[in-house]
């Protein structure tokens, strides 16, 4: 099972970000799907997740800003960021827990709040 991310870059603060990340390869289905992050010296940390029953978890500091949602058919998970602050700047990784087998991490997509 693979993942690729996609949809990082350098917004202005207030700006919006969509993230994908879609899985591929043999899987039956996936319990967790998630976004984490990690900035420069911090540790990573969760975004927020869903699972395969659409419940959700968000972290307090992107509550109302940030919504996650996924699209089981075509396996992605997608994070849709608004009012983006240079606090949001990070590293960004998606994460999967396939039914079945081992979770996997994708390979992180950076994500750069400035002006």
């Known amino acids: 099972v693979q993942l690729q991310a996609s949809g990082g870059g350098l917004v202005q603060p207030g700006g919006s970000l969509r993230l994908s990340c879609a899985a591929s390869?043999?899987?039956?289905?996936?319990?967790?799907m998630a976004w984490y992050r990690q900035a420069p010296g911090k540790q990573r940390e969760l975004v927020a997740m869903?699972?395969?029953?659409?419940?959700?978890n968000v972290r307090d500091s992107v509550k109302g800003r940030f919504t996650i949602s996924r699209d089981n058919a075509k396996n992605t998970v997608y994070l849709q960021m608004n009012s983006l602050k240079p606090e949001d700047t990070a590293v960004y990784f998606c994460?999967?827990?396939?039914?079945?087998?081992?979770?996997?991490w994708g390979q992180g997509t950076q994500v750069t709040v400035s002006s």
């Open positions: 390869g043999s899987i039956f289905s996936i319990n967790v």
């Open positions: 869903i699972t395969s029953g659409g419940g959700v």
């Open positions: 994460y999967v827990a396939p039914v079945g087998t081992s979770p996997i």
